[in-house]
Structures are given as C-alpha cells and as structure tokens.
C-alpha cells in the first residue's frame, strides 16, 4: 500500500481524491491535541469550485503567486506545516495562520467521523483581517508537526 498509485484510492466524503504533499503523503501536517482541537491530519482534496485545491487556485491563485507562492499547492504545504496560530472561523471552521507582513491563513474543518481536518479553503490577508476571531492555539515558539513521511499510518479503512 505504499506505492503512490494506491493513495489516489483515498477520497474525501465527497469522492474527490486527496492531493499528496511533496512527500508523497497524504497528511500536509497535523493538529495535535495541545492545540486545543481534536487531533488529526491536515488534508486536502482536489475538490472544485467551491472547496480544496482546485477553489483556492480559482478564487486566491493569483492573489497567492503576488505574495511569493508558485501555486495554491506550494501554498497549503507551506502554511499546513509551518502554522503558528489556530482562530475560529465562521461556523464549524478554524483559520490556521502564519504570520509575517501579512497573515497566509488555511481555512479547515473537521470531518465529522474526526478522521481529518479538510482544507477548504486559503489565502493571503490583512493581519487585521482574524484579530477580532476567538484564539484557540497560539505556537509561535514551537513548530507543529510535520507529516509523516511516504503516507506512514495512513489507512485506507477510514475513508
């Protein structure tokens, strides 16, 4: 089950199969139970219009290569490791955030069997743009951890 081939067999609720990361896994990073939230992986789908990798190259891909990213990809890898703060988001989302002239902000959501967090969407804002949203995990001494390499404890059995 380790070969690439057989993680384009996972999909999310929606039959839209996960993005591997640059190492060939599945996980892009990892909230952990000191954060304040139920722990698992960072996922994200190919998605569509309205969600994952595809809606952030649509909606954000330019907005993110004038602030230094390639690609919506390059992106989610970078803040799904790196994250330094968690913030509520609107309804049953959280805002996982980088910080630096700007904020570079996953939005995530938690499936409902608690499996994974599911990247739906992201983009570069104002540091104004989530002060106001309630903290949930504040990090910025420690780094979050980073994903498994080659896919290791990934399970088809809970897709």
């Known amino acids: 089950m380790s070969s690439k081939k057989n993680y384009r067999l996972a999909t999310d609720e929606n039959g839209s199969p996960?993005?591997?990361?640059?190492?060939?896994?599945?996980?892009?990073?990892?909230?952990?139970?000191?954060?304040?939230?139920?722990?698992?992986?960072?996922?994200?789908?190919?998605?569509?219009?309205?969600?994952?990798?595809?809606?952030?190259?649509?909606?954000?891909?330019?907005?993110?290569?004038?602030?230094?990213?390639?690609?919506?990809?390059?992106?989610?890898?970078?803040?799904?490791?790196?994250?330094?703060?968690?913030?509520?988001?609107?309804?049953?989302?959280?805002?996982l955030e980088v910080h630096n002239d700007h904020n570079d902000t996953l939005f995530v959501k938690l499936v409902r069997d608690f499996c994974y967090w599911k990247?739906?969407?992201?983009?570069?804002?104002?540091?104004?743009?989530?002060k106001k949203k309630k903290e949930i995990y504040s990090g910025s001494d420690n780094r979050p951890p980073q994903p498994a390499p080659d896919g290791e404890g990934f399970s088809l059995s809970k897709m």
């Open 18 to 95: 996960f993005v591997l990361n640059s190492k060939g896994s599945i996980d892009f990073g990892y909230i952990t139970e000191e954060m304040n939230l139920p722990p698992a992986p960072i996922r994200i789908a190919e998605g569509d219009d309205n969600y994952g990798l595809r809606h952030i190259e649509l909606r954000h891909g330019d907005q993110l290569r004038n602030n230094g990213f390639r690609s919506a990809y390059e992106f989610v890898e970078y803040v799904s490791g790196n994250f330094t703060e968690i913030r509520e988001g609107i309804g049953d989302t959280y805002l």
């Open 119 to 130: 990247v739906i969407s992201g983009g570069v804002f104002k540091l104004s743009y989530s």
